[in-house]
């Protein structure tokens, strides 16, 4: 089946800092992705769609200039939390199409 | 506005029975509807999809109905066995359409003891 990875899958960071997060299809080409954020006990909420050559389409409520995407390639989408806050700790989940939608494992934020 | 509920945030079942999970929404017209199954600190994985025009679907021992008029699905798993413990998320599409746009529920907990 189609395979999709995240890098890093946890990562610890100071406030204000930035914090690339790497997004790969493995064995076939997305043309999108997407990018969602997950808190303890709550639903995968859609942060924005991630098309390839072309700029992401965010979601209502979500900051473009803080969360910076590139999709560069068929098989790469980076999402950049940049200057992280506490708030911003969460489980960042991406996902690629291919027929269905295939999840990546998962980025574990936590900013200090 | 549009809303997901799935019925329950846990249920616990003994081993061998039958678990029903149920996704019900408000102000959707999807297409189609899914359902993924997530384990603790890892990203969701699809188990079945089931379209507007379809009853119901079947996979091994999952089973999926889709009904439309009283906007609901049910999931169930026969023959639970305790690795079937984990988080299972409905999700539909978001515009009716197949841009693949989902909107998750909660999830539901499902514990299945030994």
């Known amino acids: 089946g189609a395979v999709v990875s995240q890098h890093p899958s946890r990562v610890i960071c100071k406030s204000g800092t930035s914090v690339k997060i790497e997004c790969r299809s493995l064995?076939?080409?997305?043309?999108?992705m997407f990018w969602y954020r997950q808190f303890p006990k709550q639903s995968l909420m859609l942060m924005a769609t991630s098309n390839e050559g072309s700029k992401a389409t965010y979601e209502q409520g979500v900051e473009k200039d803080k969360f910076l995407i590139n999709h560069a390639s068929l098989t790469l989408s980076t999402l950049t939390v940049t200057s992280a806050h506490p708030e911003d700790s969460s489980f960042y989940i991406c996902?690629?199409?291919?027929?269905?939608?295939?999840f990546g494992p998962g980025t574990r934020l936590t900013v200090l | 506005s549009q809303k997901i509920e799935q019925n329950s945030e846990a249920l616990n079942i003994q081993e061998g029975k039958t678990a029903t999970l149920t996704c019900n929404y408000t102000?959707?017209?999807?297409?189609?509807l899914q359902w993924y199954r997530q384990d603790p600190g890892r990203g969701p994985v699809f188990l079945l999809l089931i379209r507007e025009n379809e009853k119901e679907k079947r996979k091994e021992r999952l089973k999926v109905t889709f009904d439309t008029t009283l906007k609901q699905s049910l999931f169930h798993i026969t023959a639970s066995q305790p690795a079937d413990s984990a988080t299972y998320l409905c999700a539909l599409d978001g515009s009716g359409g197949s841009n693949y746009k989902l909107t998750f529920g909660k999830g539901t907990l499902l514990t299945v003891n030994p």
């Open positions: 064995d076939f080409q997305a043309t999108t």
């Open positions: 996902s690629a199409t291919h027929g269905e939608q295939f």
């Open positions: 102000n959707y017209s999807p297409a189609y």
